[in-house]
């Protein structure tokens, strides 16, 4: 049950994003990028290649950023943006906390 939760709240923050209209406001925008990110982190970590793709291109890193970004400017009005930058924000951090600590570092408190 709590998997098909899981689900369904992805969705809808899937639907929220793709609707998103460019003059939503601040903290709707911060709410959606909240509810984006588990979604995203997951992704990130099933497919840890997204966040290195060396070995995925065929392009040289250059043209596949700029590929990349003109792609997101075109899919994506400014609100949109905004809020896959804020989820990836916090997708990262959470992934970073999700992380076993390395030798090297001292434990938080």
Known sequence: MTCHMVEADTDKAKAELDALSPDVEENQRQDLAERYAPMLAKTLKDYPWLRDPKG??????????????????????????????????????????????????????
Request: aromatic share 2%.
């Open 56 to 109: 995925h291109v065929t392009k040289s890193a250059g043209v596949t950023h700029a590929t990349m970004i003109e792609s997101v400017q075109e899919l994506y009005n400014p609100a949109q943006r905004d809020v896959i930058t804020r989820a990836s924000i916090i997708a990262d951090s959470l992934l970073r906390a999700a992380e076993p600590p390395t030798p090297d570092q001292k434990p938080t408190t």
